[in-house]
């Protein structure tokens, strides 16, 4: 099972910013988390990465509590295109480790 | 960068026809490919993961002797859904770990299938 909830929906005005929030309350010392997002009929996209502490890459920005339960993707200026599924996960590092999709949060940029 | 590469992209086929699906790393080797099933407005399951040099191992609820996957070498691995039904009528999805990348996985876009 997936070790992370999300909101099921959220709607966002384009250009303002998206933050997507996650609970991941029982990860473990060595776990990161992680952010996929998913548009319409295509594979998901790799967004961020983080371990504790805050992360800022060209796509977003990764928040991540003290105690690391919780996380929340910041999308600086949303865009219609940033229209998607976004995925929440929590993973370990070694390479071959599976990844587990949870629900996601279908994020929606209003124009 | 690291792509993967999925094909085909979409396939229509009559129930009882057998259909192979190719999951290729175009730019690293990978040892260990995954395959994950999506159903319309559902998120990606897990159905197993793909070996170089070894069997599948399978995610619980997945019929081995349906989905076959062989891992032929270090950038192809190979669903092939053995006489499909309509029910197995899903978006396919491969992905693979590229150990020299800090992305955990990278996806391949999918291979949508239709059983008639």
């Known amino acids: 099972d997936a070790k992370t909830t999300q909101p099921t929906s959220m709607d966002c005005a384009e250009g303002r910013a998206a933050n997507l929030p996650c609970n991941h309350s029982t990860i473990s010392g060595n776990e990161y988390v992680y952010w996929y997002r998913q548009i319409h009929s295509q594979g998901p996209q790799y967004i961020i990465h983080g371990l504790k502490n805050n992360e800022t890459n060209e796509m977003a920005s990764l928040i991540i509590t003290e105690d690391r339960k919780s996380s929340t993707l910041i999308l600086p200026h949303a865009t219609l295109r940033d229209t998607a599924v976004y995925y929440c996960i929590v993973r370990g590092m070694n390479r071959d480790d599976k990844i587990i999709f949870g629900k996601g949060t279908r994020l929606h940029i209003l124009p | 960068g690291a792509v993967v590469s999925q094909h085909p992209s979409r396939v229509i086929c009559k129930s009882g026809t057998s259909v192979k699906i190719e999951c290729r790393s175009l730019d690293f080797q990978a040892t260990t490919m995954f395959w994950y099933r999506q159903f319309p407005k559902q998120s990606l399951m897990l159905m197993a993961t793909s070996n170089e040099g070894s069997k599948a191992t399978y995610e619980q609820g997945v019929e081995k002797d349906k989905f076959l996957i062989n891992h032929a070498s270090l950038t192809l691995s190979t669903l092939t859904v053995t006489s499909a039904h309509p029910e197995d009528s899903s978006f396919y999805i491969c992905?693979?770990?590229?150990?020299?990348?800090?992305?955990?996985?990278?996806f391949g876009d999918g291979t949508r299938l239709s059983i008639l």
């Open positions: 992905s693979a770990p590229d150990g020299h990348s800090n992305q955990p996985q990278h």
